[in-house]
């Protein structure tokens, strides 16, 4: 059973109902007890990552979330709750990620390198590009479109997390992963085919690697 944390900033209901229409089991709650019974955890995430790290930190849920992906929990980020695996933000001065994946989330530039304006958030349908393709997560995901709301993209250096890409000023990183933790910029549970897909891959995953 995939567990939601609901820390106050994530769109609940859109994901909870994409869960629902594929038919796995899933709760919602904010208490560490309930949620240390959950198969594998999803974060959800909207707004800002300083707020969102200042909640997680006071509610204990931050170190509660470092201790099951420790034990080998698979977590699943989305959105904001992506950009938090990673190291930091610069959104609203600097601000501490969980580390659990190499970068930085920064602010997308309104012009490219060559001086293409780009309108900032991005907003809106962009193709997915695979780079790794043999990934569990991409399983029956074609180059397909997914849904993005973003105005800050995560910044690595390392390829090997990068599961896959899309385009906009800046190569974005869209999926990511690397041993248990997992993430998606865009919102699957808004991403048509795609999205549901990576979904219902994911809740396979936990449910074959129940701990």
Not at 40 to 49: A, I, R, Y
Not at 164 to 189: C, I, L, M, R, W
């Amino acid at each position: 059973m995939i567990g939601i944390i609901d820390y106050g900033m994530g769109n609940l209901y859109s994901v909870s109902k994409a869960l629902e229409r594929l038919g796995f089991d899933y709760f919602v709650s904010e208490k560490e007890e309930e949620l240390a019974k959950a198969s594998g955890l999803l974060l959800p995430g909207v707004g800002s990552f300083r707020d969102a790290m200042a909640i997680l930190v006071e509610t204990g849920l931050k170190s509660f979330i470092e201790k099951e992906v420790e034990a080998g929990k698979p977590l699943l980020g989305i959105c904001l709750g992506m950009q938090l695996l990673f190291e930091g933000s610069e959104e609203n001065g600097e601000t501490n990620g969980f580390s659990f994946l190499p970068g930085k989330v920064k602010k997308f530039p309104y012009k490219d390198e060559a001086g293409q304006e780009y309108k900032i958030p991005h907003m809106g349908w962009n193709e997915l590009t695979r780079l790794q393709p043999d990934s569990f997560l991409l399983q029956g995901v074609s180059d397909e479109h997914v849904y993005f709301v973003h105005s800050y993209y995560v910044d690595t250096k390392d390829r090997d997390v990068l599961i896959a890409t899309s385009d906009y000023s800046e190569e974005v990183p869209a999926v990511v992963g690397k041993g248990n933790v997992f993430g998606t910029q865009f919102h699957p549970e808004k991403s048509s085919h795609a999205g549901l897909t990576i979904l219902k891959n994911f809740a396979e995953y936990v449910e074959r690697n129940d701990v």
